[in-house]
């Protein structure tokens, strides 16, 4: 087969961290590797598709362009997705679905638009065998993805089938729980590296149900993102078991202990079970250390200083205070809710204080760790009494966040002030 163009797409400020990845896995470089809007695009074999399946960590989907050309009306999709030699890819016999999305399109109606495509598949199929093949909506077994602009059209077939963010291993979650592919973009942004000359630990203490730490533990072993499901290219026509089982092989052959100590922890019980049935479902249950405890209490899980990458709750996602820094009887009322007392309202105008309070355990028994916080809060360096040293952008879904880097040390991290006459008095600064 020759040379085919795929798309991967990504969320919003991942994708020059999604170009180094394909780099890594495929090799392309130059005019065969570009960073666009919303992803990547490339031109690569056929097993290079199947390989960036199994093993991309930060892509949402891997889809090949069948069709590109200039539209004014539904019919200009009509003739265009009837021109696609889709016998070349699947059988009448089986099903498939027509997805639309769009941005700036003059179109008035998007299921139209698709439904301009399904019927201009199902046409070619029955002028060519004299049968149609039938859509389903649920488990289709071939997903097209129309895309429109303002003036162009784009046709593709989906490879990957569901998301990549679902990675077969995660059936226990909590309230709004990460992505996998945005912890995998938190880690790539962190530039935290388990492989490298000088690894070091890293700790979420905000864990939840694993999936920063999980993802963490699967770089640390080199096991591949896709390892543990199934991928709609197993039923296209290009499709091979054999090389694809050598593929599979292969990556399993590298797989190996960590070489870095990583750890979470939660202070919600229920959530470190969860997470530890996760661990076990993902192959890392002997790279990650799981336990309970607050936040505002934990003292560092090892010796030597690492980096600490967290995602805490926030906004509708969590209302309660950490254990430390609210109030008892509100506690109590929780329990009795069987609410998962403690769990962070760290970006609410109600958690100012647990984030004071937080910063401050930090600089106390943390000095030396490096902290990333993914925060949708543009005021949190000022609630934490800390100075970012980095802002990354990142979207969590439709929520623009940044990814803030704080370098930890005893101490205020806050340029010095002129001492205010409070403090000649002996008032001490909260942020100390």
């Not at 709004?176 to 945005?182: D, N, S």
Request: net charge positive.
């Amino acid at each position: 087969m020759h040379p085919l163009p795929l798309f991967l797409p990504c969320a919003a400020g991942v994708e020059p961290y999604l170009a180094d990845e394909v780099h890594r896995i495929t090799g392309l470089t130059g005019q065969d590797l570009l960073t666009g809007r919303g992803g990547v695009l490339l031109r690569a074999a056929w097993r290079d598709a199947l390989r960036l399946n199994l093993h991309s960590r930060l892509a949402q989907r891997v889809l090949v362009r069948l069709a590109q050309r200039p539209y004014r009306s539904e019919n200009d999709l009509y003739a265009a997705a009837s021109e696609v030699a889709w016998e070349s890819w699947f059988t009448p016999r089986q099903s498939f679905k027509v997805e639309a999305t769009a941005r700036n399109s003059p179109l008035q109606s998007l299921n139209f638009a698709a439904l301009k495509v399904k019927d201009a598949v199902a046409d070619r199929f029955r002028t060519r065998s004299g049968v149609r093949p039938d859509v389903n909506t649920q488990w289709p077994d071939v997903r097209i993805h129309l895309h429109l602009s303002a003036d162009e059209a784009t046709i593709y077939i989906d490879t990957s089938g569901e998301p990549l963010f679902k990675r077969g291993w995660r059936e226990e979650t909590g309230a709004a729980p990460l992505k996998e592919t945005l912890a995998a973009a938190m880690l790539a942004a962190s530039g935290w590296d388990p492989l490298g000359a000088q690894p070091v630990p890293l700790y979420d203490p905000c864990c939840g149900s694993g999936t920063i730490a999980i993802e963490a533990a699967q770089i640390a072993c080199r096991i591949p993102a896709g390892m543990r499901r199934r991928f709609a290219f197993e039923k296209l026509l290009p499709f091979q078991a054999q090389p694809w089982t050598a593929m599979k092989d292969e990556a399993a052959g590298a797989i190996q202990p960590s070489p870095v100590p990583i750890f979470g922890s939660d202070v919600a019980f229920r959530m470190v079970d969860f997470a530890t049935r996760n661990a076990q479902r993902a192959g890392v249950a002997d790279a990650v250390q799981l336990r309970g405890g607050d936040a505002l209490q934990r003292q560092p899980p090892c010796a030597q200083a690492g980096v600490m990458l967290l995602n805490p709750p926030y906004g509708e996602r969590i209302a309660a205070a950490g254990v430390a820094g609210g109030n008892a009887s509100a506690r109590a009322a929780d329990r009795a809710r069987g609410l998962a007392v403690g769990r962070e309202a760290a970006h609410t105008d109600e958690g100012g204080e647990f984030l004071r309070q937080l910063a401050t355990h930090w600089k106390r028994n943390y000095a030396g760790w490096t902290a990333w916080i993914l925060t949708p809060d543009p005021k949190l360096p000022g609630k934490l009494h800390l100075q970012a040293a980095r802002r990354v952008p990142l979207y969590n879904g439709p929520i623009e966040c940044r990814l803030l880097r704080f370098d930890l040390t005893a101490g205020s991290m806050r340029t010095p002030r002129a001492a205010p006459a409070a403090a000649a008095d002996g008032v001490q600064d909260p942020a100390q």
